[in-house]
């Protein structure tokens, strides 16, 4: 193994733990720091703060409340990997379970298989006595509604400017729960950090949560967990529980994961890549930027790319080594991140490949 100069040896021990995520994970990385300082091994601690991100009915990208597929059903993905174990666990197109990032943790820790999908993650779940409940929030079944609205002006479903309430007024104003006939316009969706873009009205996201920690023994670990692309197609399946695409971690050299548009993240094995990337000597902000310039180089269809050839979608790259480096990139300007340091919390900008 080849670590760039000044990088500490294999399992040098921390004095508190170090942790990246994305720009929704702060919770989850505070929690995660707390916990682990007073004595939980780092892994569960970080699926326990990440669990705080899955309960939060407001976050529409992960959990409870996440956007749902194309037929209005919340389908979760998560994976977590364990760095001194060089184990993975994962669950996919999970229905009616909010914690997939605890049951992925549950199929690393009580199967030999690495990633478990559908009824068959569901019934796992069930098994070991995991809640089920419906996901989908009444704001998320707004967005939902408003989306099919919006599919098609040939379709049976009126657009929300054609729908009228029993008062005269517009049904559905904007993406919001709470509609206000007659009010003021609604304020146009501006995507924030994380996701890939705005519909005119209903929210969409690739949107994702993701950490990677190094704990105070000096041992990598990761988790990733999400609702996915919003209104995918039933059984889709994005990068966040593939090991070596929404995360990858290996003890001797460091630990990655991405959160955006999944497909190019699984087409290029971004958090592989970019984890090979540092074991090659780059720090973790040069690989996941690196990583990035990869995948819009062979971003070749025309529907993905906008005019001047940039990527005409997102993803955000995360990265921390073994001596405790940390970084992070997006393929476009104006995204951030999250690093923890022991109690200490900071959110900094994103290196990018394109500026705005
Ligand atoms: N990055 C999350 C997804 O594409 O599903």
Known sequence: MFVAAGAACENQAMS???????????????????????????????????????????????????????????????????????????????????HAARLALEVLRRTDHALLVGEGAARFARQLGFHEENLLTPKARDAWLAWKADLSPRDAWLSPNEQTTGFGGALWAGHHANPTPGGPPPASHAPRPGESGGAPRAPFTFGTVHASGLDVRGDLFSCTSTSGLSYKIPGRVGDSPILGSGLYTDNTVGSAGCTGRGEASMQSCAAFQTVALMEAGRTPTEAATETLRRIAARTREARLLRTGGAPAFNVTVYAVRKDGQTGAASMHEGYQYVVQRGREQRVERCAFVYSA
Do not use: F
Not at 40 to 67: C, F, H, K, R, W
């Open 16 to 98: 508190q733990p170090i942790l990246v995520a994305s720009w929704n994970g702060g919770p989850a990385t505070a929690r995660a720091a707390e916990r682990h300082l007073a004595g939980v091994p780092l892994l569960d601690a970080i699926v326990e703060g990440i669990t705080l991100i899955e309960d939060d009915p407001d976050e529409m990208s992960v959990g409870y409340g996440g956007l749902p597929n194309e037929e209005g059903e919340v389908e979760l993905d998560a994976a977590v990997m364990d760095g001194p174990l060089h184990k993975g666990g994962a669950v996919a197109g999970l229905r009616r379970v909010r």
